[in-house]
Nanobody, 124 residues
Framework: VQLQASGGGLVQAGGSLRLSCAAS????????IGWFRQAPGKEREFVAA???????YYADSVKGRFAISGDNAKNTVFLLMNSLRPEDTAVYYC???????????????????WGQGTLVTVSS
């Protein structure tokens, strides 16, 4: 199983980026796909998740600014990030698991497959 995260970069505050998580050897529509981020010196934190290709969940800090979606034909999940802030600066990781229960979508330990991360830097 491979998850390939991409789309990070440098953007000014208020700008937008779209991250992609391309999967191989698993079908994203049957998985719970989560996005997490880790800023320097901080613990990895939950950003957003799409539960088995249906319901979506967001951290309070990104609700209304970020949107998670999927393209089943491309077997890829996206994270559209709008109104970016300097505090959104982090390495963003996508993760997948087929067995997560709904109450555990925000827990990093629930995910068994992880991508390599993509760096998002938001300048003020």
């Amino acid at each position: 199983v491979q998850l390939q995260a991409s789309g990070g970069g440098l953007v000014q505050a208020g700008g937008s980026l779209r991250l992609s998580c391309a999967a191989s050897e698993l079908t994203v529509s049957r998985q719970t796909i989560g996005w997490f981020r880790q800023a320097p010196g901080k613990e990895r934190e939950f950003v957003a998740a799409r539960f088995r290709g249906t319901n979506t969940y967001y951290a309070d800090s990104v609700k209304g600014r970020f949107a998670i979606s999927g393209d089943n034909a491309k077997n890829t999940v996206f994270l559209l990030m709008n109104s970016l802030r300097p505090e959104d600066t982090a390495v963003y990781y996508c993760a997948a698991d087929s067995s997560i229960i709904l109450s555990s979508v925000r827990a990093a330990r629930s995910y068994s497959h992880w991508g390599q991360g993509t760096l998002v830097t938001v300048s003020s």
